[in-house]
């Protein structure tokens, strides 16, 4: 496992990130499903701290870089009766964001706003609290935005999560609905309102 924690965009290089694990779906069944395309060199499957279940996703590592190309040339891909999607791992440290000005700015912009997702549907009993407390099972939530109606004071029944990383929003939306507190709740990938202009303005106003 040390070769995937370590340092260095060199490391990313043969390594592919791979979402939508079933969660039966073990790290020798990730590992022995690749190895047709090439030496499998690390494989781990991602999990939950708390309770050591899989979060769905994981990271392959091949000995020839070249197999990536392989395995995205191969879709789809299906492991353990569901789809997988495997996608490469860029280096982040070899792509300079700040030589390529607008693109690199707004491509920066937008991936800074897709860790976030739309909840619609919460019980009126369930709290910030609770929502943080269902949602880190994908992940680790950095933000919870809880919408309330200004007059009356009490939640309109819809809100916003952010998580740490964009694998944790790619789990959270794969399943659509989810059951809290016995009620089914809708989540989806949460647009940036200033996706479709480039000037950044006052978020409160209606248009």
Aim: charged share 30%.
């Amino acid at each position: 496992v040390a070769a995937m924690n370590s340092v260095g965009g060199a490391d990313e290089i043969g390594k592919l990130f791979v979402g939508g694990l079933d969660w039966s779906t073990t790290q020798e069944t990730l590992r022995s499903y690749f190895s047709q395309y090439g030496e499998v060199v690390d494989c781990v499957i991602m999990k939950d701290k708390t309770t050591n279940q899989s979060r769905g996703f994981g990271f392959v590592k091949f000995k020839d870089p070249n197999c990536v190309g392989t395995v995205l040339a191969s879709r789809p891909h299906t492991l353990d009766g569901r789809n997988i999607d495997p996608k490469p791992c860029t280096p982040r440290g070899m792509q300079p964001e700040r030589t390529r000005p607008k693109e690199g700015w707004k491509g920066s912009r937008s991936d800074s706003k897709s860790h976030k997702i739309f909840v619609g549907g919460i019980p009126h009993n369930c709290g910030e609290t609770e929502l943080r407390e269902y949602f880190k099972k994908f992940g680790v939530v950095t933000e919870v935005v809880m919408i309330y109606d200004a007059e009356k004071q009490r939640p309109r029944g819809f809100g916003f999560i952010t998580f740490e990383d964009e694998q944790s929003v790619d789990q959270a939306v794969n399943m659509h609905f989810h059951d809290i507190m016995g009620k089914k709740v809708e989540v989806k990938r949460a647009e940036p309102r200033d996706s479709k202009s480039q000037t950044p303005g006052p978020t409160g106003t209606s248009q």
